[in-house]
């Protein structure tokens, strides 16, 4: 049986009751989750409902190639329709009814309704919640007050039915484009850890790499490379790959080491060791026994702390506060830095003999302008992991063609970081080239980038979510910052949506 056939059928004996032909039209509306053919179910339910001389669904974006669906228009049916009635129904959410548009006041003087001798209309909206994700139009250019209240009443309902149908196909066209998008990522490339997409030849040789040492574990490790070009991702990785994978993963900014606080911090204390230890503390390291401990940036270490840490190397053992005798630990140490730290050896600002420790095995990550080809999947990995329910299907070949040609100095951060702008910035079903927008490089001046499209909302959507990033999400901070109390900012991210972005 053909669909028209099946239509037909099911809409045999209408008249009979109108619970009976909703159930029908929902049965029909239903039996597919292809865009193109629920649209096409819906324009042959409603021309065989209602007496109309030409209908058209449209729908306010376009999705899977689809935006219109109609019936009985010319070829260039765009021209045949009067947008204007379209667009009121989108932003009021509301039926519109017109018994003659040549003499309504708000519409005889549109060009479309004078041209085309429209007479009656009948526009409903298709909403989800309170979203209108269509609209169902019907006119009459003929005859005026073509349609009844009980017709109204009737397309109001199959549009209530057909929201349903076409939300389930809008969802299930995403979720098969997000796992072709993920097929084709994995087509070139692989998820080395769940959350580490490796791509290129020159990633491929550093996980050959993390192969060999992950269970070396009287090699430390020392992870080179510029910033945000994944040491952390690929200290996890060897953490993660090797037998100490079910024991923690400490991870110690060195920066933030503060010296009077280093012991109590890295070695813990005992309880009554000082006045306010009312009970025993694991420190960073004791934490992470039997596992990994992560010194980022360690290049920034103090002098006096990079003491204490080589102590810590040379003997395997901790001294916790109030403990009797040093305590043995079994971590394994991975440090990473974005500085040359050989250069830094060699001025004297860092200990040639901690940095002999720290260095058993190097690995070096190159940055990401010399691995292009990863720019793309990428891409395409954080796109997928930060549009949530947004429908975006992707990046147009130009918006693609705007991220290969930059050089990224801030690595896969900053990809990350504009892949999250373009989200915020983009309405439509793909990200464009206008949604793609790279922060200031470091020689520019202070304050600005500059794109002329875009818009003041945008830029201020943007530089809320920029500011939000860099103080941690402190609201306190942020709203300072900003010059707004911390009620507008909560408004603001309410109003951007912006929570989503938050890790
Ligand atoms: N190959 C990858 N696959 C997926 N995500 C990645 C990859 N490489 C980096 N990232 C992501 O990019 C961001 C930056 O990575 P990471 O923090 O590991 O960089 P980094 O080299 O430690 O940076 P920094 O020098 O600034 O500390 C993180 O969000 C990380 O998850
Ligand atoms: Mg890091």
Redesign the pocket.
Known sequence: MDSSDFIDQSLKGMSASYLGVLYNVSVILNSTLDLKKTLSYLTDVVKNLVNTERCVIDLKKECCGVKRETYNFSENYITDLSETILKKVYETGKTLKLIDAQNHSEFKNRKSVKRLGIRSVLAVPIKWKDEVLGVIYIDNRRIVNAFTEREQALLEAIANVASVAIRNSQKYSTLNQSLKDIKSILSKGFFYTD????VSDK?KRVVDEIERIKDKDEINVLIL??????????ARAIHVKSKRRNKMFNSINCPNLKEELFESMMFGHKRGSYTGAIKDHDGKILEANGGTVFL??IGDLSPSLQAKFLKVLETGEIEIIGASKPVKVDVRFIS?T?KDIEEMVERGEFREDLYYRLAGYIIE?PPLRERKE?IIP?AN?FLNLYSHDRNIKGFTSKAREKLLSYDYPG???EL?DVVKRAIVLSEGDFITENDIVFGRRKKRSKKTYFDENISLKELEKVHILQVLEKTNWSMAKTAEILGITRQTLRNKIKEYGLDKFRK
């Open positions: 959350r580490f997409l490796v990633m490379g510029e910033t945000g070009v994944g040491k952390e991702e690929v980022d940036e990473a974005n990550i990863e990428l990995y690595n896969v951060r990350r």
